[in-house]
């Protein structure tokens, strides 16, 4: 029997997003700055025009992004998304289940990154509140977010400013490491040791398994959520 693996290919979630149309102090609009610690992300343009900047230990980038473009960053990088036309992306996220978990810290200033219950009451939005207050709690934080994505941008010692957000954001979610593990245990690695099983039956002449195709097709579970960088249509995968 291959092993059971029921996600989208490869381990991975997908989501739209409809990136913010929200000003920013600096006049630029869009999403919140910050960064993945396990995950790589990728872009696929769909429509409208705009840019990813991005903040690594090589330095500062703007990626521009039209449709067609595919666009894609590794885990560690700092990223920012702008809208400048009604900028629409079709999100891919390795590990499926792990964004989802907290495998993102947000660039607020350090202050939020060493107390857990700071973070959380300026990063967390309520499901029960209303539309208005997701939106404002949303745009508060992409707020808060774009102070200490400004200061790491501008720090005279900036990798020794990057490293520390680093050290920072690892410390924050070390509580979640074991459930992380877990979900990788069930997605991302199960998807990759079936295709093991899968060519080690091929190379034994056995074509058995083939017998037990299955398609599959869903909807958004959920619409217009309040995401890190703009409105997300998401889907619950297994």
Do not use: K
Request: proline share 6%.
């Amino acid at each position: 029997m291959v092993s059971e693996y029921g996600g989208l290919p490869g381990g991975v979630a997908v989501s739209h997003l409809r990136v913010y149309d929200w000003p920013a102090a600096d006049g630029l609009h869009g999403g919140t700055p910050h960064m993945h610690l396990t995950c790589s992300e990728g872009y696929v343009v769909t429509a409208g025009h705009g840019a990813v900047q991005t903040l690594t230990a090589s330095g500062y980038e703007v990626t521009p992004l039209a449709p067609g473009t595919v666009a894609w960053f590794t885990p560690g990088t700092i990223h920012r998304l702008v809208n400048e036309d009604d900028l629409r992306i079709t999100v891919l996220m390795q590990n499926s289940g792990l964004p989802e978990a907290g495998d993102a810290v947000l660039t607020l200033p350090p202050e939020y990154l060493t107390d857990p219950e700071a973070y959380a009451a300026a990063t967390v939005i309520p499901a029960e509140a209303s539309r208005e207050e997701q939106a404002r709690i949303a745009r508060a934080r992409r707020d808060l977010a774009l102070e200490g994505y400004r200061a790491l941008r501008e720090a005279a010692d900036g990798p020794a400013a990057l490293a520390a957000f680093h050290r920072s954001a690892a410390a924050l979610v070390e509580p979640r490491l074991a459930e992380w593990r877990e979900r990788w245990l069930r997605g991302a690695r199960a998807a990759a040791l079936a295709t093991g099983e899968q060519l080690d039956r091929l190379s034994d002449g056995d074509v058995s398994y083939l017998a037990e195709a299955a398609v599959r097709a869903e909807q958004p579970s959920s619409q217009g959520q309040f995401g890190m960088c703009g409105w997300l249509d998401v889907y619950a995968l297994p």
